[in-house]
């Protein structure tokens, strides 16, 4: 049986730390925060919004990877086309549910977060919060790290 490669060991590893990094601080908000009505019902809906943009991105390989075989010219644009623009939409209901998440909490938990360490929110990377990469691989770690430790 062959080795993975070192790269894809690393890859791995690395994707585990952030996974488990991310988890860690959805859960002090959740400690933080598990009171409040209010923010029960925004992270409710940013892990939403996670899921549907999840979703999104899945459908849309999926189905461009096997329409590249069946569709032709202006078929295969018209698909595409539909398929982004959905998946576009739910990224940005994706962003504005953090961005939305992220002022509450901050705004109301400000000195609490900073006590647990997570001063700037539930997002690890406040100066990257225009970034809609560093958006959509934190709340893929995020589904990760909460599909991983569901009770079983």
Avoid at 63 to 74: K, N, Q, T, V
């Amino acid at each position: 049986m062959q080795q993975p490669t070192a790269s894809v060991v690393s890859y791995v590893a690395e994707y585990h730390k952030a996974t488990e990094t991310t988890m860690g601080r959805y859960k002090k908000v959740i400690e933080i925060t598990g009171h409040d009505e209010v923010a029960a019902k925004l992270l409710e809906g940013l892990i939403d919004a996670g899921t549907r943009y999840f979703s999104k991105v899945v459908e849309m390989e999926h189905r461009m990877a096997s329409a590249r075989f069946r569709l032709d010219g202006e078929e295969l644009r018209e698909l595409t086309e539909t398929l982004d623009r959905s998946r576009r939409l739910a990224h940005e209901s994706l962003i504005s549910s953090l961005h939305v998440f992220n002022r509450y909490i901050v705004k109301e938990y400000g000195e609490e977060l900073k006590e647990a360490g997570i001063e700037g929110g539930i997002f690890p990377k406040p100066e990257a919060n225009r970034d809609r990469i560093a958006i959509a691989d934190w709340a893929g770690e995020l589904l990760t790290g909460i599909y991983e430790n569901r009770h079983r």
